[in-house]
């Protein structure tokens, strides 16, 4: 399995990916230069993405495919764009979930309210309508 920078010709497999795994697709393509994508073979099997705001970043859409959820792509995922994180002094993560929050738990990150989030990340579209409010935010300091 190989962890790659997204590209313009992984638009589509993303959002199909996204749209296959109940995730927003709205601004996507906005930030494809901060995504990543597993590949087997010639096959996408996950991605993820991070949007920068200050010294702080929004991990999202991390999204593995069904058929590769027991071959590890999601932490892998998670641990390259933490990687980038750190290389760019990024020092908080905050992301959102309506279903993984005991695996982010496992990735080190915590919950914590939206109140204690950010001003910047809080302002961010997904905060701002595109996901849930029902959606769990958690954070992870670097």
Do not use: K, W
């Not at 997204?6 to 995504?35: K, M, W, Y």
């Amino acid at each position: 399995m190989e962890i790659r920078p997204a590209t313009v010709d992984d638009l589509a497999s993303i959002e199909t990916l996204l749209r296959q795994c109940g995730l927003p697709v709205v601004g996507v393509s906005d930030h494809l230069r901060n995504f990543v994508v597993a590949t087997e073979g010639s096959m996408m099997c996950g991605c993820g993405g991070l949007e920068h705001y200050g010294d702080a970043a929004l991990v999202r859409s991390i999204a593995v495919a069904e058929r590769a959820r027991d071959s590890g792509p999601g932490q892998r995922i998670v641990s390259r764009l933490v990687a980038e994180c750190h290389a760019l002094q990024v020092r908080s993560l905050v992301l959102l979930t309506t279903t993984a929050e005991h695996y982010f738990t496992r990735l080190g990150f915590v919950r914590v309210a939206r109140g204690d989030v950010m001003p910047l990340v809080l302002a961010s579209s997904q905060f701002q309508g595109v996901c849930p409010g029902s959606a769990v935010s958690m954070l992870r300091v670097l």
